[in-house]
C-alpha cells in the first residue's frame, strides 16, 4: 500500500500494545498513542485472573511496562501516560506524578486533567515536558488551556472528548470547530486532539476541521481500515440534526490570565471521577 497522507496526525485510543502493533501494521503508520486509567485497567483486569492480587504498585508498574511496549512500536510517535486524580488531588501531586511518568519513555506526553489544579500544575510542567490536557468540553477550557502553556517550546495537546457530548444530545464536533476559530488569530502551541471518537463520522469531521490529531479506538480504527482508510469527500457532511448545537462563543477570546476562562464542566467532574473509580476498582 501507498503510503497515505492525512491532514491530521493519527493517534490510536487504547490500553492494548497488540493493537497498537496491528494498528500500525494496518496503515503503515501511526503517529502516536493515548491511554487512560479506565483503558488500562480494563486490560490489566481482562489479563490477570485475580485482580485482588495487584497492588497499587504493581499495578503502575503494569501501566510502565505497557506503555515502554508501545513506545518500542511506535519510538518516534507520542505516547500519553495519564496522571491519577480525583476531585481533591492538588496541583503538587499531578506534578510529582508526572515528573515519574515523564521519565519511563523518551517519547512520553502527560495526560492532566483540564481542572483548576491541573492547570496550575500545567503551567509549571509545561517548562519540563510534552502535556496533553484531558476532559476538554468548552471552548473556554481550550482558551484556558492555551494561556496557562504560552511560551511553552514543548508540544502540547488539547483534547475535546466529543463522543461524550454526543452522549448526552449535544453536538460534540461543534466543540472541535469552535476551537479551531478560536486558535487561528493564537500562536500555535497547541496541537488540538479529537477523543472520544465513537464512529467514523466523528473521523470524517475531524480530517475536515483539520484537528492537528484524531485518537481512533481499535474497533473505530478497524473499521476504517476495511474501507482502505478512506478519506471525507470534499463536500462531505456532518449532518447531525438530532443533536443540539454548541455555538461558537466570540465572547470567548484568547488574550486573558488563564484563571479568568470558566474552567468548570460537569462532564470534567463526571469523567475526573470515573478514571478515578475505574483504576481503584482493580484493588476491590
Ligand atoms: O482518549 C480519551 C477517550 O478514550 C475517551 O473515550 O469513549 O471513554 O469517551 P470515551
Redesign the pocket.
Known sequence: MAHLCFSSKIFL?GGVPEETAEAKKLLGFLDGQ?T?P??IAKNLSSRISSSSHLTQKSALDEYKKIVRQMSKIIPKGSVSIQVFADQKTKAREMIKQARERRIWIPNSSIKIPCVAEGLKAGEILCKEMPLNF?LVFSQSQAAAVYEATKGTKYPVFV?P?V??LDDRGEKGMDVIANIVKMYKSSDKHIEILT??V?NLDHLYCALQLKSDII?IPFKVFKEWASLGFKKPDKDYLYHKPELKDIPYRPDIQLGQPWQSYDLHHDLTDKGVTSFWTDWQGLFK
Open positions: 485510543d493515548t487512560n479506565t483503558l484531558t483534547s472528548f463522543g461524550r477523543a472520544s465513537r485518537t
